[in-house]
């Protein structure tokens, strides 16, 4: 999937969240932007996916490390991950639940992917749905304008909402 598709999935899935469970979650710039970061982060271990050419040194290292869609494409990496947010950078709980969100997203996104997702990583089986959607294909591009329209549908009735309430 490409890294457009990628977030407009998790910060419309989480602008869906939000309109569902609004005593949990508040949508505003940052948290849109950490789900947005969750989202993409599965991909730094790309050099050419769009976060893997920003933070190349790193993107670099990892992608020595692991082929790409191996373990950041895992719910063991997705948790690592997310554990490392919390005791390296000190996210909090409300922010890394948010990251959280996004990564999971990406995986499940990813899954609808000819080459699948090694969930259950070290383990190398790969999970994928049985009528794959093509990277950059017609289908792809179709799914990114409908999530693109509905996050911009969702945002406008949010911010509406909002200031109705105030
Ligand atoms: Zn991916």
Redesign the pocket.
């Known amino acids: ?1 490409m890294g457009l598709t ?1 977030t407009l999935l998790g910060v419309g899935g989480f602008s869906a969240l939000t309109s569902i469970t609004p005593e949990y979650f508040s949508l505003d710039a940052t948290t849109l932007g950490v789900v947005a970061i969750g989202s993409l982060f ?2 730094i271990d790309d050099t050419n996916s769009w976060l893997g050419r920003r933070l190349w040194p790193i993107a670099k290292v990892i992608s020595l490390m692991t082929r790409h ?1 191996g373990f950041t ?1 895992s719910l063991l990496g997705a948790a690592l991950i997310t554990i490392g947010m919390i005791l390296v950078a000190n996210a909090g709980y409300s922010i890394a639940s948010v990251f959280l969100f996004g990564y999971i997203l ?1 995986l499940l996104a ?1 899954f609808f992917s000819n080459s699948g997702v090694p969930l259950l990583w070290p383990s190398k089986e790969r999970y994928r749905f049985p009528y794959a959607i093509q990277t950059g294909g017609v289908l792809e591009y179709i799914l990114s304008l409908t999530l693109g329209s509905a996050l911009v549908y969702g945002l406008v009735i949010h911010f509406i909402n909002l200031s109705l309430s105030l």
């Open positions: 999937m990628h599965p991909d869609r494409h990406h990813d």
